[in-house]
């Protein structure tokens, strides 16, 4: 192999940087190498380099296991996904104690906000993904996003032609198909990809529940019983096309999104509350366009724009004139609505779009500039309440975010500085006067402009050791959800205010290869000082349901660390481990428009941890690999994994009698599985164990997952290079 073929090699490897080691050593006068080995780092491993605190997962080791991508980020350093139940249950993610929309979520650098109830972590499988990229507090430029807490941003397949298809059967009449799949011709530059997945499960899983005599309504204790109105199911198609590799574009690229879910809901925002006959139905329908072109006008000056457009429909149905108690026992009942008498349709309308344009001013420089719009339009329609005055009327959210970067960059450190404009637009009715004779609605008007800014550095101290240290003055609008509620158990507060953050993060990254030894470790601090704090509480009633309030001041600090070894290809092992200090950091709180008093007095929560969010918990695997098991070709892992979460209140700590007090209590689980690939990964099968020891694990306001579960999973993958 000549000289200018591993240059190249090397170029095309995707590194025209990397190091070129040969491993024998050969005479000057030499005509011909023995052997030569090309060094070039992945993609994630690349991203893992930023200057930014992120973690990068590499999803291409798990296909064969074919996780839900919630699955997969709950391995994550800081990173806890809290589920309400089983398969298709609300869940909410959580990041160094921020969660819900404080996290944002991209597809490839477009924002999943208003992707619906259907498309979303739980449904969608690790299979359609390169990588996912997890951003920890500051976000580059480019995402333009006002996340406050950080972003994951899932980076799909780019395989030229390739088909693969799973399909998992398991536990409580769980099944779960995917099909994932591209077509390209590198002459003509068309291209075809898309996605599909369809999920069901009945969910009729054991939970260990509080029974009520229907007669007396008085509680008889807690006993064992099967969940009876919890089935779920959920479909979605992906599809892009359009063309690649021209001289106008890079790509330009035509897509559509259209998914759907219906769900039986079991209990309310607590396991005090049951069930028998609630429902509800998500639709989704999205449109996109792509456009990228490197060298645009002049060398050195890159675009890249999408536009999408949201069609989202929800509908809610609580109408039965009855009351359950788990054992599945019913009586009639004087009014109709076990939860809230519903009949509504939330219809979602909505425009993002995205320009960004980065300029290479030399090898070092280069400046970024971003604008993103979104624009949201909401009706909703209860034909149970015909007379409510908010049947369709318009509520309107509008963000325009604009940013400007510029990044700094030499062989062993880099530097990253940005500046942000937010605008946010409301406008919405407010329910003036509750449960007085002028009680009526009102429509208000809110306009928000902030300034935000923030930077990056990273120092290689050795060609392993990585320093890194990110800040910025954050701020987050509050989403469509958080201010107009769902209709159901997540009520409205049209007076919510935007919460903003000065974030720091530091860190140091080691990453080195010892021959067939791969040692990798890494330590974070972070600190938050968020005024304003969106915090989604629960009302402990006898019909609880859950709404977003703003806590004044909330100061976060973090520690986080993890370490992972591999050896050759054979084997790993590796843990993360995290702990986060959340405190309430308001001394005085004024109360207006109150019907008891007005004024400013005491906080009687300061100095206490934000309840309901966990603060310490690690997670750890190791896994196993048998190559040509059988036959050449073929091989054998065998995986296991844990989870600990030390328990937590559901309220203040500080408030209440201790033994009356409720508690998410301390968990500790255990999963394992084994697969077998075939042909040098064309088919595999695999067999999945999760919670084999039959834990009672809960999450958000104690409710009940999942005990043990078996999962059986098949997969064809073809590919044609």
Not at 221 to 227: F, P, V
Not at 698 to 721: C, E
């Amino acid at each position: 192999m000549n000289p200018i073929t591993i240059l190249l090699a090397a170029a095309l490897s995707g590194s025209a940087s990397a190091p070129i080691e040969t491993t024998d050593s050969t005479r000057s006068d030499a005509k011909q190498l023995r052997e030569v080995v090309v060094v070039a780092k992945s993609k994630a491993r690349k991203a893992q380099e930023q200057a930014y605190a992120i973690s990068v997962v590499d999803l291409t080791r798990k296909y064969a296991s074919n996780p839900t991508m919630n699955k997969v980020l709950n391995t994550v350093t800081s990173v806890r996904v809290r589920e309400d139940g089983g398969v298709g249950s609300n869940y909410t993610f959580a990041m160094n104690g921020f969660s819900g929309n404080q996290v944002k979520f991209f597809l490839d650098g477009i924002p999943m906000d208003n992707f619906g109830s259907s498309f979303n972590l739980s449904s969608i499988s690790s299979n359609m993904a390169d990588r996912v990229e997890v951003y920890k507090g500051v976000l580059p430029v480019l995402f333009g996003s006002d996340a406050l807490g950080g972003a994951v941003n899932i980076v799909p397949r780019v395989n030229a032609n390739y088909i693969d298809a799973t399909y998992a059967v398991g536990s409580f009449g769980t099944h779960r198909i995917n099909f994932n799949g591209a077509y390209t011709n590198l002459k003509s530059g068309f291209t075809f990809r898309t996605n599909a997945f369809f999920n069901y499960s009945k969910n009729d899983y054991k939970v260990f529940a509080p029974i009520v005599d229907l007669n007396t309504g008085l509680e008889q204790g807690e006993s064992w019983a099967k969940r009876f109105h919890d089935r779920y199911h959920s479909a979605g198609l992906r599809i892009e096309t359009g063309v690649i590799r021209k001289s106008w574009a890079d790509y330009l690229l035509f897509g559509l999104i259209a998914s759907e879910d219906n769900k039986q809901i079991q209990t309310g925002a607590t396991m005090d509350v049951v069930y028998g006959q609630v429902k509800q139905k998500g639709f989704s329908l999205i449109p996109q366009l792509r456009y990228r072109k490197t060298d645009l006008f002049t060398p050195g000056l890159d675009l890249s724009a999408y536009a999408t457009y949201n069609i989202v429909n929800t509908h809610n149905a609580d109408t039965a004139a009855v009351t359950y108690n788990w054992k599945g026992e019913q009586i009639a009942s004087a009014s109709r609505g076990e939860g809230y008498l519903t009949d509504a349709t939330i219809r979602e309308r909505g425009w993002q779009g995205n320009v960004n344009l980065n300029y290479v001013i030399d090898d070092h420089q280069r400046v970024s500039l971003n604008h993103v719009l979104t624009a949201m339009r909401r009706k909703e329609n209860d034909t149970e309440h015909l007379d409510y005055v908010m049947n369709n009327v318009p509520q309107t959210l509008t963000k325009n975010i604009t940013g400007v970067g510029y990044q700094v960059r030499f062989d062993r450190w880099n530097a990253n500085v940005f500046g942000k404009l937010y605008l946010m637009n409301t406008a919405t009715h407010k329910l003036l006067d509750q449960f007085l004779e002028t009680e009526r609605y009102e429509k208000v008007k809110a306009h928000q402009a902030h300034v935000g800014y923030g930077a990056a550095l990273t120092y290689f101290i050795l060609p392993g050791l990585q320093a890194k240290l990110s800040m910025e003055q954050a701020y987050r609008m509050p989403e469509s959800v958080e201010l107009f509620g769902d209709g159901f158990i997540q009520k409205s507060n049209t007076d919510l205010r935007p919460e903003n953050s000065q974030n720091i993060n530091v860190g140091l990254a080691f990453d080195r290869q010892f021959d067939r030894h791969h040692l990798m470790a890494e330590a974070n601090y972070l600190y938050r000082y968020t005024k304003d704090f969106i915090y989604k509480g629960v009302s402990l009633t006898s019909d609880p349901t859950t709404s977003y309030d703003n806590i004044g001041k909330a100061i976060t600090h973090g520690i986080e660390g993890s370490l992972h070894y591999e050896y050759s290809n054979l084997a790993r092992i590796g843990f993360n481990i995290t702990y986060q200090d959340i405190k309430d950091r308001q001394k005085t709180e004024t109360t207006t428009n109150s019907y008891v008093a007005s004024g400013t007095s005491t906080n009687i929560t300061y100095g206490q941890r934000i309840p309901n969010i966990p603060y310490f918990f690690f997670n750890g695997d190791a896994a196993w690999n048998f190559h040509d098991v059988l036959t050449k070709g073929n091989n054998l892992s065998v995986e296991y994994g844990c989870d600990y979460v030390y328990k937590y209140y559901l309220s203040f700590p500080g408030l209440g009698r201790p033994t009356s007090k409720k508690v998410i209590p301390t968990q500790f689980s255990h999963n394992a599985s084994v697969n077998y690939t075939m042909k040098d990964g064309r088919y595999s099968v695999g067999l999945e164990c999760t919670n084999f020891t039959n834990e009672k694990l809960y999450d958000n306001y104690r409710l009940q997952k999942p005990g043990r579960a078996i999962t059986a999973k098949f997969r064809v993958y073809l590919s044609k290079m």
